[in-house]
């Protein structure tokens, strides 16, 4: 089981900002967001046509990332077994359930476990499909 790249997060400390600099001054256009109060975040979601997806997120509270941070997202074809290996090869991962806004499990190794940069586990094809399906309209909360 190899992952790669599924998207990149960038932390940022106001979403409407960013949402503006890279919609509108990159020229992405309009993002997917998503609102989650109960983890106290918002997001936004770009993905221009044949490129990877730009997720930006804004995050409060404790272990909140700094304002420019990274996240690395890595698909993987499996997400209990991705889960299950890197906790038995000694990593701390956090199984993170799907939500109403954001109905997509992940699994989260933090920063501290993983040399300064946070890494989420995304099951294959699941935020490319996500996204596609609120873009065009057929996902439903």
């Not at 790249?5 to 001054?25: M, R």
């Not at 936004?44 to 909140?64: C, D, H, K, N, T």
């Not at 501290?112 to 499909?129: K, N, P, S, W, Y």
Request: include cysteine; proline fraction near 6%; aromatic fraction near 4%.
């Amino acid at each position: 089981m190899t992952p790669r790249l599924d998207h990149v997060a960038i932390s940022v400390s106001d979403l409407d900002a960013a949402v503006a600099f890279y919609g509108d001054g990159l020229g992405l256009g309009s993002p997917v967001r998503c609102d989650l109060p109960e983890l106290r975040m918002r997001i936004a979601f770009f993905q221009a046509p044949g490129s990877r997806i730009i997720e930006l997120v804004e995050m409060q509270g404790r272990g909140a990332p700094a304002h420019g941070e990274v996240i690395v997202a890595l698909e993987v074809e499996d997400l209990d077994a991705a889960i299950a290996l890197y906790r038995d090869r000694g990593m701390s991962v956090i199984d993170l359930p799907p939500t109403r806004a954001l109905p997509l499990r992940r699994g989260l190794i933090p920063k501290d476990a993983a040399h300064g940069t946070m890494i989420e586990l995304c099951q294959r094809d699941e935020v490319v499909r996500f996204v596609s399906s609120v873009s065009s309209g057929t996902h439903s909360e």
